[in-house]
Structures are given as structure tokens and as C-alpha cells.
């Protein structure tokens, strides 16, 4: 398990956006992650996608599998998962996990989804 993932994740966070592609399985990075804060209910979805809504730190987190295509852009492909996405007065901040080189992602989404905060997950890239 990645333990500064699961350290990151607090209950100030409303929300995950995790970026998949069609190569994501129960072996990907984070597969793990996300199957134990949403209890198991990956592992037994038949196909990796949608908006899973768990409870961490006694509060109610959204993680959302986003997929997007080489050409599209991120704020256009997490377009359905931000409009079911609940901020509450605490809690309004989105915790972005992608496995590519884009920049500035932070500023794009809080550009595109005003009242939220985002922030970048920051790790190693898959070998």
C-alpha cells in the first residue's frame, strides 16, 4: 500500500479524481489504495469506472475513476464525476491522480470548477 497516498488523503478532502486508462486492473498503481478506502467494492465491480462514495475519518469521500483519452482534456473528461461531486462548508478539496507529464493542473481545474480546491498527488510514476 502506498502509505503516503492513504497519509494525503485526510478528511479534508471531498473527493478523488483518478485518472484510469483501458490498461487499469486490480495490478495498477493505487488499485490497491482505492479498493480499501472504498471496501473492497472495486474488486468486485466488473468494469473500473464511475463515482464510489465511501466514508473516510467519519466523513463521506467521493472517488471518482475518470477515463480520458490521449486528445482530451482533463477538466472536459471529469466533467460528470465534478458535477456529482458534494463540497460541503469543510470540506471542498479534490485530490487529482494522474499517471502522465500534464502541468498545471491545478490551476486548470480550479479555473474550470470555481468553490473547489485541488490539489496534485504527487508520486513516482509507474515503471
Do not use: P, R
Not at 466523513?59 to 471529469?78: G, Y
Amino acid at each position: 500500500m502506498n502509505k503516503k497516498l492513504l497519509m494525503t488523503l485526510d478528511n479534508s478532502f471531498c473527493a478523488v479524481l483518478w485518472f484510469i486508462d483501458e490498461k487499469t486492473n486490480n495490478q495498477s498503481h493505487f488499485f490497491k489504495e482505492f479498493d480499501y478506502l472504498t471496501n473492497g467494492l472495486l474488486s468486485k465491480s466488473n468494469k473500473l469506472e464511475g463515482l464510489y462514495q465511501t466514508i473516510n475519518f467519519d466523513k463521506t469521500i467521493s472517488i471518482a475513476l475518470v477515463s480520458k483519452s490521449d486528445q482530451e482534456q482533463f477538466t472536459i473528461a471529469a466533467k460528470s464525476s465534478m458535477a456529482l461531486i458534494k463540497k460541503t462548508d469543510d470540506t471542498k478539496k479534490v485530490l487529482i491522480i494522474h499517471n502522465t507529464d500534464e502541468k498545471n493542473l491545478e490551476q486548470k481545474f480550479s479555473k474550470a470548477y470555481s468553490g473547489f480546491s485541488f490539489t496534485v498527488f504527487e508520486h513516482e510514476k509507474e515503471l
